[in-house]
Each structure stands twice: as C-alpha cells, then as structure tokens.
Nanobody
Framework: QVQVEESGGGLAQAGGSLRLSCGAS????????IGWYRQAPGKQRALVAA???????KYGDSVKGRFTISRNNAKNTVYLQMNNLKPEDTAVYYC?????????????????WGQGTQVTVSS
C-alpha cells in the first residue's frame, strides 16, 4: 500500500511563509506527476500546484507568484513553498503522488492521497 505523508502545516500570519513537504513510498515517484490540493470548509478540494517528472510546474490562479512547487527525487519528496500568505489560503492541504494529465486537466489517483495538513493564516 502506498504511503503518502504531508508535513509542515501550521499557523502563520498574513504575509508570512510556510513550507509543506510531501513524502511518498512509491517506486515510480520520480516518474510521477505530483500535486498539492487544498480544501477549505464548505468548499471543494482544488488543485494548488502540480509538478511533472521533468520539473515543469503548473499553478492555480490564486497562488501564482506566491507559491512554488519543487521536488527532490532522491528523497521522494515534493515541497510547496508558500510566501505572502493570505487568510484565504487557510485550508487543509493534501498531496497526491500520482496525477494523470489529460485534456488540460489533472486527475488524481484515488489511492495516492495523504492525510492532509492544516494551514491557518491569520489576518
């Protein structure tokens, strides 16, 4: 069974920074597209950022210019550096370790979700 684990969440002030980490026990990790999603109370889970095996990244419109996704294949880890945080970034952040890119959209594998990590940004 694949294990995906997020860490690095917590409380930050508006304008501050946090870095999230996602580790996965996948032998195919370096070949996979990995994504960060977030879900705020009462809202659907939405893609924040994704990075493919070549290191190419895509971002949701609300985080462009503030968040950076990166990966270290030697450590089977993907990072999400979040700068200039806003209260509207408050959510549970989830990592998915196996996305399929099709028709200009990403489709997460149901078996490669982490348990999530809470990010709370105060104003």
């Amino acid at each position: 069974q694949v294990q995906v684990e997020e860490s690095g969440g917590g409380l930050a002030q508006a304008g501050g920074s946090l870095r999230l980490s996602c580790g996965a026990s996948l032998s195919t990790f370096m070949l996979n597209t990995i994504g960060w999603y977030r879900q705020a109370p009462g809202k659907q889970r939405a893609l924040v950022a994704a990075i493919d095996s070549g290191g190419r990244a895509k971002y949701g419109d609300s985080v462009k210019g503030r968040f950076t996704i990166s990966r270290n294949n030697a450590k089977n880890t993907v990072y999400l550096q979040m700068n200039n945080l806003k209260p509207e970034d408050t959510a549970v952040y989830y990592c998915n370790a196996d996305l399929t890119y099709y028709n200009d959209d990403y489709y997460p594998d149901v078996g490669t979700w982490g348990q999530g990590t809470q990010v709370t940004v105060s104003s």
